[in-house]
């Protein structure tokens, strides 16, 4: 039935489809589909750089545009991977190099770059459009300036929470004086001084420029400038916000009155209050409001929060306190996205009134609301279930209760109902963090009702396998999961193993992982890697009943890796064992 | 709820499902057998590391390596010994996972009257990017007297450390130190491996040859780049005015550094 489907007919229906895994699903109906997928698909997704290599994605696709690659494992965001582990994106330039001459977007997370990388990029990839590196590292100044300087078609340049080192301030100048294009850039990552002068003619001679993210360093008296160049801005992330006196604010704020396009705004460090009202012109006009770097007290923040009555998405310190989050339950009734970080993370009893009750209340006020990232000191599972009950559409739900294993505080007891609350009521949660005292009783609950559960983190918790085996038996969807420093072992990871399979990714650290389950696992399961990231000494002579300090499982179509620093090994893999899947 | 049975994937099928549990583990919020999980071909133990089913302690897992020890714990009572002691104790520390519910009088806030103190701080908690960390912390010590200092705002600052010739960099919690020698004895410990050239895949690994003439030559110098990104030489200032400024590390080594007069190098010149 499906061979007399014209080749062309087939082509011009899945034009149509442009999520990966709708294009992946279709790849797998036949041997005919297979064939003319792959030499259609145009835009090309990796979630994690070791289920494949460079090989097998050149092989596969013949004419891509777009690719996006995922390098570390999420924990590494929080210092869990050690410097060195892996993820260089170099080798993947050097063969898309040879073969993706017409590349237009690159996109790249968590991977190491190189400035040789990016050279590589520069001079290789002509027509390349965007390139967004997400929380990655490893390259300088110097990479980014031989991009500026041969990247003649470039219109995105988005450095989004990078670790770049800072030779010079004037890779900016790079980009030729005859280049217009320009319509997206991030610099807030940087914390050294850009050349500002380049900056400028930069952004004068860009009228397409709809997005600019500048760095602390830019100082607020010049960003009137900078907004008068650019009044067409879409989403504008200033420096620091504060100067001496008040000189500065009514051509600020004149210049922010001027943007009538703008709809995100962000950086906001080092705030003095006074110069808050300057943006009020446009907060009826914001979709999205980053505070979370303005250390400015409830009141100030309410204030401005409250003027923003289109506001989708914001991110904000718990400065905001529990009276904040109502003024944002009734200000905002289009917000579906709410961060909230903490000010002071490591002291134990900071004083600011932020509590359970803050999140309580947006969970009524905003009917929107579907994803929460929220850091507490205290939390109830009566709060957690009105939340649940309250907001069932929430598809993203982390809580971060700063002391581990907190017990509902007004009972004591472990938040295994409240969580199981969430499960239950959000049915369509897709993403979880979870944090507080949790038996195993909650991954019970997690195991019975989040079945559209993809990605879970775990820290903390549980008290024996059958915790993990729930998770693995039960959450028919899942695709990551992480956890660390909970009393998970052998036993529901080996009963549980062709489960990983259909995974991207399982990452697990202090917990009750052996050695030897490991080398078992790795010997059985052929497709997936076990890699084991140890750095203690004399590993070869640690008992095999001994747990690993991390393990790191995922699976893959390439076996070994060639480019393992010391402290990783992939076990159960016999030189024999190694083969190459074309 | 009874848990099912469960297909054997991986092959273990005479594992006996007998109700005798090998784990030396025990819940007391338990109500389910896990004993469909006991697969005792395996023979795998959950007893604590270090101690051998019959309950004696085994031999000792050797010592971390030096760099390793830094990495485990945030705080600074166990950032800096080396040893046996370290890997049992650090491992223990992060394996604090008795599944008895911690008495809830620890649990208890609200009593108004202590000062906020600095926590014992577990790596990568609360999870939060560096970048966030570095910038709050910079944040809290503008705003908090001279005197209370970093400890009191607790916070940690994550440094990059390179070193001339090595693969690969490695990150330190400057905040975990209290002055330049425990400072500078844990970056001797993180950087041996490659001096000793120790299973290192580097692409310029170092020769014991070299080692010597690191250590007791001034071939190696400390410095570090600082907020107006100039790189200085470690050890001028007071330490509290060091972590302020210092943004990242650098071992100088060779050419670059001779002539540099190291007067607090006193690494270079300490044994391994």
Redesign the interface.
């Known amino acids: 039935m499906t061979q007399s489907f014209p080749e062309e007919v087939l082509e011009h229906v899945f034009s149509f489809l442009t999520s990966h895994t709708d294009r992946n699903a279709v790849s797998l109906v036949s041997k005919s589909w297979y064939d003319t997928e792959r030499w259609c698909r145009d835009h090309v997704f990796i979630g994690n750089c070791y289920a494949v290599n460079p090989r097998v994605l050149t092989r596969r696709f013949k004419e891509v545009k777009a690719v996006e690659l995922k390098g570390k494992p999420h924990f590494a965001d929080f210092n869990l991977v050690p410097e060195g582990w892996g993820g260089c994106v170099d080798p993947w330039i050097v063969e898309m190099g040879r073969v993706y001459s017409g590349l237009e977007e690159i996109r790249l997370k968590r991977m190491e770059v190189t400035d040789e990388g990016l050279e590589m990029v520069a001079k290789g990839f002509g027509k390349l459009k965007v390139l967004v590196l997400a929380s990655c590292d490893g390259f300088s100044t110097d990479g980014l300036a031989a991009v500026a300087a041969n990247c003649r078609n470039l219109r995105v340049l988005d450095l989004r929470e990078c670790e770049v080192e800072e030779l010079s301030c004037h890779w900016l100048s790079h980009f030729p004086d005859s280049f217009t294009l320009l319509e997206s850039l991030n610099i807030a990552c940087l914390s050294s001084e850009v050349s500002f002068s380049a900056l400028e003619r930069l952004v004068s001679r860009s009228p397409n420029l709809k997005t600019l993210k500048l760095n602390r360093t830019v100082p607020l008296e010049k960003l009137s400038t900078l907004l008068q160049r650019a009044p067409q801005l879409v989403e504008f992330g200033t420096g620091a916000y504060s100067a001496e006196g008040l000189d500065a604010y009514s051509s600020l704020a004149e210049a922010f009155s001027g943007c009538k396009k703008l709809k995100s705004l962000s950086g906001f460090w080092d705030v003095i209050p006074a110069y808050l009202p300057a943006v009020y012109s446009v907060c009826s006009q914001l979709t999205s409001l980053n505070l979370s770097y303005a250390t400015t007290q409830s009141p100030d923040l309410s204030k401005i929060i409250s003027h923003c009555h289109n506001l989708q998405r914001l991110v904000v310190l718990d400065y905001i306190e529990d009276t904040g989050l109502e003024t944002v339950a009734t200000s905002c009734k289009d917000l579906k996205e709410l961060v909230v970080f903490p000010s002071d993370p490591y002291v134990a009893d900071a004083n600011v009134p932020l509590t359970e009750q803050g999140l309580v209340s947006v969970s009524q006020g905003c009917t929107k609301l579907h994803s929460v990232l929220y850091f507490c000191r205290q939390m109830s599972n009566s709060a957690l279930v009105s939340i649940s009950k309250n907001r069932p559409n929430i598809t993203c739900f982390r809580l971060c209760i700063l002391e581990p294993r907190s017990p509902d505080y007004l009972t004591l007891e472990p938040l295994d109902t409240g969580f199981g609350s969430i499960v239950e009521n959000c049915k369509q949660l897709t993403r979880l963090s979870m944090s507080g005292l949790l038996t195993d009783r909650v991954f019970e609950y997690i195991g019975k009702h989040a079945k559209k559960l993809d990605m879970l983190s775990i820290a903390f918790a549980g008290d024996t396998d059958l915790g993990l085996h729930y998770i693995l038996s039960g959450c028919d969807s899942l695709r990551k999961l992480e956890i660390r420093d909970c009393p998970f072992g052998d036993k529901a990871l080996l009963a549980n193993a062709s489960k990983l399979e259909t995974m991207r990714s399982l990452w697990m650290s202090s917990c009750f992982v052996s050695f030897g389950a490991c080398k078992l696992l790795g010997q059985k399961m052929p497709r997936l890697n076990v890699e084991v990231i140890d750095e203690r000494e004399n590993l070869n002579s640690i008992p095999e009943n001994v747990p690993v300090e991390k393990v790191y499982i995922y699976r893959t179509v390439c076996g070994q890796r060639f480019d393992m620093p010391d402290f990783v090994r992939i076990m159960g893999k016999d030189k024999a064992d190694v083969y190459n899947l074309s | 709820?009874s848990?099912p049975l469960?297909h054997?994937?991986?092959?273990?099928s005479d594992a006996s499902r007998s109700s005798d549990s090998s784990?030396n583990?025990t819940?007391?919020?338990?109500t389910?057998p896990?004993s469909v999980?006991?697969?005792k071909a395996?023979?795998?133990?959950?007893g604590l590391?270090?101690f051998s089913k019959n309950g004696g302690p085994?031999?000792m897992?050797?010592?971390?390596?030096g760099?390793?020890d830094v990495?485990l714990d945030g705080s600074g009572k166990w950032a800096l010994k080396g040893g046996s002691e370290a890997?049992l104790g650090g491992f223990e520390k992060?394996?604090?996972?008795t599944?008895d519910?911690?008495p809830?009088e620890d649990?208890k806030?609200?009593?108004?009257s202590?000062p906020?103190?600095?926590?014992a701080?577990?790596?990568?908690?609360?999870?939060?990017?560096?970048?966030?960390?570095n910038?709050?912390a910079a944040?809290?010590s503008k705003?908090a007297d001279v005197t209370e200092g970093n400890l009191a705002?607790?916070?940690?600052l994550?440094v990059?450390v390179s070193m001339d010739g090595a693969?690969?960099?490695?990150?330190i919690d400057l905040k975990i130190y209290h002055n330049y020698t425990e400072l500078s004895k844990a970056l001797e410990k993180m950087f041996s491996c490659f001096t000793l050239g120790n299973?290192?895949?580097g692409r310029e690994g170092l020769s014991e040859s070299n080692l010597k003439d690191l250590l007791h030559g001034s071939e190696c110098v400390l410095t570090y780049e600082d907020k107006d990104?100039d790189w200085m030489l470690v050890g001028d200032v007071p330490w509290e005015m060091f972590i302020d400024s210092c943004?990242r590390l650098r071992i100088m080594k060779g050419s670059e550094a001779i002539g540099l007069a190291p007067r607090s190098m006193e690494k270079c010149k300490n044994k391994i």
Request: net charge positive.
């Open positions: 709820m848990v469960e054997d994937y991986i092959g273990l784990s583990i819940s007391v919020t338990e389910q896990n999980l006991n697969f395996t023979e795998l133990s959950l590391p270090g085994t031999i897992l050797g010592a971390k390596r760099f390793a990495n890997q992060s394996q604090t996972l599944p519910v911690k809830a649990k806030k609200g009593s108004g202590a906020p103190s600095a926590k701080q577990v790596v990568g908690w609360p999870p939060i990017r560096s970048f966030r960390k910038t709050m944040n809290s705003n705002s607790g916070g940690c994550f990059k693969p690969y960099l490695r990150k299973g290192v895949k990104g943004k």
